[in-house]
């Protein structure tokens, strides 16, 4: 089906008001972007979701929808009708699933892991594969957060190692670390669909009985042989403590989901705990590791 795509420019205060008003005129979908690509940010359990100051509110419409219409209502409560801010784009008529499943291909990470979109062919079968389909969770291995920690994990001996996967999203990195040999893996995230995809991958590659998986609220006590939390700088400032707790005495621990100039600090942060190496850099995004001394 075709669709139209309307743009409107907002700021953190409107941009909430803009995404009502383009539902009420008739959107399928709104979806929030940066318009100056500014950090990205993740909200706490509980926070309240803050926008960027410049903020591009984008409601989708099918193609029979009388956009003239829309563009009316839109004007007649906008506070300032004369200078309302917006672009109306064509989308081409595609199958969007089936386009992302199409460049969606087979990578390898480190010597021995590939991630594998769970509808394709394995590149090696003699290869540590892991199966993935990530449904509506975060984690594929194609962001540089995300590679920099599978490129980790395989770069370790996990045999029989207990396992934190802090953040888990698709449950990626918990089964890149089953499949290389760790005997237990406990996943937490706040969002309940991330452990439903987790269980599914986790499911997909015959390693279920070994994957424990958790909310916030409900995360057990333990120290672990290795930790890795894939989140957001201002997670793992505020979390720190909590993270940090997951640590045992020698153990590994990584952190990405980092820009370059985010990490002093939260190198300086970990620092108070543990022995750190020297970051890793991948398109301004970094990992930072080190060992609980």
């Keep these: 089906m075709p669709w139209i795509q309307l743009r409107l420019q907002a ?29 990205i940010y993740e909200p ?8 960027w ?4 509110v984008m409601g989708l419409f099918d193609a029979a929808h009388d956009m003239d219409k829309v563009i009316s209502y839109l004007k007649s409560i906008h506070p300032d009708k004369a200078e309302m801010a917006y672009k109306l784009e064509q989308l081409e008529d595609k199958d969007w699933e089936r386009e992302w499943m199409d460049n969606f291909h087979p990578m390898k990470f480190g010597e021995r892991l590939w991630i594998c979109p769970s509808w394709r062919e394995v590149p090696d079968p003699e290869a540590v594969n892991v199966m993935l389909d990530p449904g509506l969770a975060f984690g594929t291995g194609t962001h540089p957060t995300t590679a920099l920690c599978l490129t980790w994990l395989d770069g370790l001996d996990l045999t029989g190692k207990t396992v934190v996967d ?6 990626i990195l918990s089964l890149a670390a089953l499949k290389l040999g760790a005997k237990k893996v406990i996943g937490i ?16 590659n015959g390693c279920e009985d070994r994957l424990e998986l958790y909310l916030p609220k409900d995360q057990p006590s333990l120290k672990a042989d290795v930790v890795v939390a894939n989140i957001l700088a201002g997670p793992l400032k505020e979390l720190a403590p909590t993270i ?15 820009l370059e100039n985010q990490a002093p600090e939260l190198q300086t942060i970990y620092g108070q705990w543990c022995a750190m190496d ?11 590791s080190g060992v609980r001394s």
Excluded: H, M
Aim: net charge negative.
């Design 278 to 288: 020297p970051i890793q850099v991948q398109d301004e995004w970094v990992r930072l």
């Design 189 to 204: 995230d706040i969002d309940p669909q991330a452990l439903q995809a987790s269980l599914e991958n986790a499911k997909r």
């Design 244 to 258: 940090i707790e997951f640590v045992g005495d020698n153990g590994l621990l990584a952190l990405s989901g980092v």
């Design 44 to 51: 706490l359990p509980g926070d309240e979701v803050i926008y």
């Design 166 to 171: 802090f953040g888990c999203g698709s449950g």
């Design 53 to 56: 100051a410049n903020t591009v």
């Design 11 to 39: 700021n953190e205060e409107t941009a909430e008001k803009y995404s009502d008003w383009l539902s009420a005129a008739g959107a399928q979908a709104v979806t929030f972007i940066d318009a100056q690509d500014t950090p």
